[in-house]
Every structure is written in structure tokens, then in C-alpha cells.
């Protein structure tokens, strides 16, 4: 490598790294904001339990104000509190998947550095089932 030229598979490698770097980051900044959502959610539930059953509620559509129901409210909150949960765990065993992918990515990285060359095509790389 003394020339300053990266070799492609070197290359490749690399590329495939930055490609899962930024998965990576997607995910994460994707479970930021519904966790975010979530926790503004249940603050809301939390005002809402609070209020008279006979109170008027409203609720946000876009740009107005609807008048609604306490119970309407709450169950829409409910649902949109473990929606966003469930999408949350979805991201987290992604957010996991990808770090043990980075990983072995890296690993395999340094083992190519360190014998100057492609590792020979293994049988998980092309399966031919």
C-alpha cells in the first residue's frame, strides 16, 4: 500500500462500514424522536387523567383546535403511547443488529489490512444453497 493506492476491495470494505455508520445513525436519531413523542404523550395522559369526565378537551388537528371527548382523548393517546413503544423495541433490536454487523465489518477490516489482501470468499459471503 506503500503507493497511497487504496486497493477496491479495501475500498468496498469501507464503503460497506460508512453504509452501516449511517443506518446506524438513522435508526438513532429516528428512536430519539419517538422516544421524545412518547414521553410528551404520556405527559399529556397524565394532564388528561386529571381532568373532569364532563370537561372540555380538545385536541390538535394540524393547525386547529378540535373539540373532543376526555375518553375519545384518552384512547387515542393509549394507542399512540404503544405505538410509538412497539416502533421503539423494532428500532432497538435493529439499533443491536447493526452494531454486531459494524463489528464483525471492523474485524474483518482489520484482518484484510493485516494480510494485505481479499479473504477468500467464504461459504456465508456467496451462499449458493
Known amino acids: 500500500m ?7 476491495w479495501l475500498q468496498e470494505q469501507l464503503m460497506k462500514l460508512q453504509q452501516s455508520q449511517q443506518n446506524l445513525q438513522s435508526i438513532m436519531t429516528q428512536k430519539q ?6 414521553a410528551e404523550t404520556e405527559k399529556a395522559l397524565e394532564e388528561l387523567k386529571k381532568i373532569a369526565d364532563g370537561d372540555a378537551v380538545f385536541k390538535q388537528a394540524g393547525t386547529v383546535l378540535i373539540k373532543s371527548n376526555k375518553q375519545e382523548l384518552l384512547d387515542e393517546l393509549e394507542e399512540r403511547s404503544e405505538l410509538a413503544k412497539t416502533r421503539v423495541t423494532v428500532l ?14 471492523e474485524t474483518k477490516i482489520t484482518e484484510m489490512m493485516k494480510s494485505g489482501s481479499a479473504p477468500p ?9
Open 2 to 8: 506503500s503507493s497511497g493506492q487504496m486497493p477496491p
Open 33 to 38: 424522536h419517538l422516544e421524545m413523542e412518547k
Open 92 to 105: 432497538q433490536k435493529q439499533e443491536a443488529r447493526l452494531k454486531e454487523t459494524l463489528k464483525e465489518q
Open 121 to 129: 470468499s467464504t461459504a456465508e459471503d456467496n451462499p449458493r444453497k
